[in-house]
């Protein structure tokens, strides 16, 4: 789906919802879709109200108030221990983390 | 006396001259959670056992008279955002249920230094998204004050434990308004302090660009005590800021006549419920008995906050919540999956609530091409002009005074249904933060029993203004001192 081709348009429509579900791995039902497409839609609408400032000659903010890049030394610290990770991950064969397959081998 | 609804100053007080020990208040407030906080529910986790060990150290301290700070001994509590070592830290999300850090965040690392005894953590809308407390995927929070309005969010937990003497102080973070409004609901003190004053390290990350970790206290001067222990540069958050802090109390009860109090006027157009209205212009009234300038100031964009505000978080939360995938930590989904990215879909689909998701796929939208120019960039735009409004408006006052929130504490339940009506109680707070700039939230009156917050807003690392010229108004006023009638 291309969203260029639209109009600057608050609509956002089931297939629109489903489509960004896709995109940042969330799986939605077509109930629930609706459900965020009228909310999706209401609140761009009320967003559109910055399209009424004029920010011709207007530079981005930095995200930073008080400075630019940030710089230190590259320092070698001891990290955390393979134990000590693993201690959080859900599945592990006590080396590694298992996930299913990533690769399609057919 | 009752030990728990004590002031950090004043335990401090009572501690040093022996009147308690640190296991004897620690145990007080223990038991005072186990009285209330099934009514109340302030707390996912408590860590009873953790903090009477800690007690007992800070005891040791206390008696051998060594390496005491203002904070040894006392019992505190902490948003569950904030990284805690060994202990279970949730950021109020199923997806992170059963995830016990292998590290302290900084702001830990230095109460645990200062000697302060963590009681637990608290509830708080999922990922710090909300403004009630409803959005955790765990229970409400209620309000100390009328147990079926919320507690304000997304620091709800937090505030509702302080105001209820669940806990001396707590830390809660600020991202948009989430220390000051549930401040202002529960009649407590709460600081945004500037962007980068404090050490984000360890907190698990809203918007990054936004995120402020802050204290939330009965009065301005524990709110200084506590800033002061946790403020400063620290090479594990390359944001941080490496200006030298200030001893916070000396400012305190230093005379604030002559100063520039600044009224926005946008603040103060339709909107503002009639009882909040009320109660900030009698503080206005107290401020220029004690001998403040009063002058109209105004901040231009401040009907573009919102939208900014919400743009840039959206954007910012979706790129930071794409790190919970269900393989290195956090929840993960029990099916038998051919492949990683089903497990990754089912476990964030299992795992986030739903305003979680409104808000990373609305950040999503507002990201994709062809759509970036005209809501991500032009937020960021929008927000140079927020920064050009503060900085013309405090070429006129010193400090800024708006409302906290346009109503008090609503009931459980009325905006839930309703996401742009719960974003627009957020219309005085979230100025700050796109900006940067510091602000004290504190307890100003009452409308139909329940508690008014007000807040003064400063210029960037003006910290210390803000505790001079609160405090002025707390040594004029009582309505600090007033504790719900629940405890």
Redesign the interface.
């Known amino acids: 789906m291309d969203f260029s081709n639209k109009e600057f348009s608050s609509l956002i429509d089931i297939n629109a919802v489903h489509y960004i579900a896709n995109l940042i791995r969330l799986k939605i039902d077509d109930k629930e879709a609706r459900v965020f497409s009228h909310q999706f839609s209401q609140i761009i609408e009320y967003f559109q109200k910055l399209t009424e400032i004029d920010t011709g000659d207007i530079q981005p903010a930095n995200e930073n108030w008080a400075m630019n890049n940030i710089f230190r030394d590259d320092v070698v610290k001891p990290s955390m221990s393979r134990e000590e990770f693993l201690n959080n991950t859900p599945h592990h064969d006590g080396y590694f983390v298992r996930v299913p397959r990533i690769f399609d081998d057919r | 006396m009752e030990l728990s609804n004590l002031s950090v100053r004043k335990a401090h007080e009572m501690l040093v001259n022996k009147q308690i020990s640190s296991v004897e208040l620690t145990s007080a407030v223990l038991e005072n959670i186990r009285r209330l906080d099934p009514k109340i529910k302030a707390y996912l986790t408590v860590t009873e056992t953790h903090a009477l060990e800690q007690a007992l150290k800070a005891d040791i301290r206390l008696n051998a008279k060594e390496n005491i700070t203002p904070l040894t001994g006392i019992p505190y509590a902490l948003k569950d955002c904030l990284s805690t070592r060994g202990i279970r830290t949730t950021c109020g999300s199923k997806i992170l249920d059963g995830?016990?850090?292998?590290?302290n965040a900084t702001v830990v690392e230095e109460l645990d230094k200062s000697g302060a005894v963590l009681l637990g953590k608290n509830n708080m809308d999922e990922f710090g998204m909300g403004s009630s407390c409803e959005n955790s995927a765990f229970f409400n929070t209620h309000n100390p004050w009328k147990l079926d309005r919320v507690p304000g969010g997304s620091s709800g937990g937090s505030a509702a434990s302080v105001a209820s003497g669940l806990s001396l102080f707590a830390l809660g973070e600020d991202t948009g308004g989430s220390i000051r409004m549930p401040a202002g609901f529960c009649n407590i003190v709460g600081l945004k302090p500037t962007?980068?004053r404090v050490s984000r390290y360890g907190h698990i990350g809203l918007v990054?660009?936004f995120d402020c970790i802050g204290p939330l206290t009965q009065d301005v001067y524990d709110c200084a005590l506590v800033l002061q222990t946790i403020a400063g540069k620290d090479?594990m958050d390359?944001?941080s800021?490496p200006a030298s802090v200030p001893a916070y109390t000396s400012s305190l009860g230093k005379s604030i006549k002559g100063l520039r109090l600044g009224i926005p006027e946008e603040y103060f157009q339709a909107g503002m419920d009639e009882g909040v209205e009320i109660t900030i212009q009698e503080a206005i009234r107290v401020y220029e008995k004690l001998g403040m300038q009063i002058c109209e100031v105004s901040l231009p964009?401040t009907?573009?906050a919102l939208?900014?505000y919400?743009?840039i978080l959206f954007a910012e939360a979706?790129a930071n919540l794409?790190r919970f995938d269900?393989?290195?930590?956090?929840?993960?989904s029990n099916h038998?999956?051919?492949?990683?990215?089903?497990?990754?879909?089912?476990s964030?689909?299992e795992g986030?609530g739903e305003e979680v998701?409104?808000r990373?796929?609305?950040g999503?939208?507002v990201l994709?091409?062809?759509?970036y120019d005209?809501?991500y960039?032009?937020?960021?735009?929008?927000?140079?002009?927020i920064?050009e409004d503060f900085k013309s408006a405090f070429e006129i006052c010193d400090v800024i005074l708006a409302p906290t929130c346009p109503t008090t504490a609503f009931k459980i339940g009325e905006k839930k249904q309703d996401?742009?009506t719960m974003?627009l109680s957020d219309i005085y707070v979230v100025a700050t933060n796109?900006?940067?700039v510091p602000a004290l939230s504190l307890p100003c009156g009452f409308s139909e029993g329940l508690p008014v917050g007000m807040q003064l807003i400063g210029n960037?690392l003006s910290e210390e203004l803000l505790f001079q010229i609160g405090y002025a108004y707390q040594a004029e006023t009582e309505w600090h001192k007033i504790h719900p009638p629940i405890i």
Do not use: C
């Not at chain 2, 960039?377 to 002009?385: F, G, P, S």
């Open positions: 995830y016990v850090p292998q590290f962007y980068g990054s660009s090479s390359g944001t800021l964009h009907q573009a939208p900014v919400y743009l979706s794409a269900g393989t290195r930590f956090g929840y993960s038998n999956f051919e492949n990683v990215v089903d497990l990754l879909i089912q964030r689909q986030f998701k409104r990373i796929m609305l999503t939208y994709s091409s062809g759509y005209a809501y960039l032009k937020a960021q735009k929008v927000r140079t002009l920064i996401p742009l974003y796109p900006a940067g960037h």
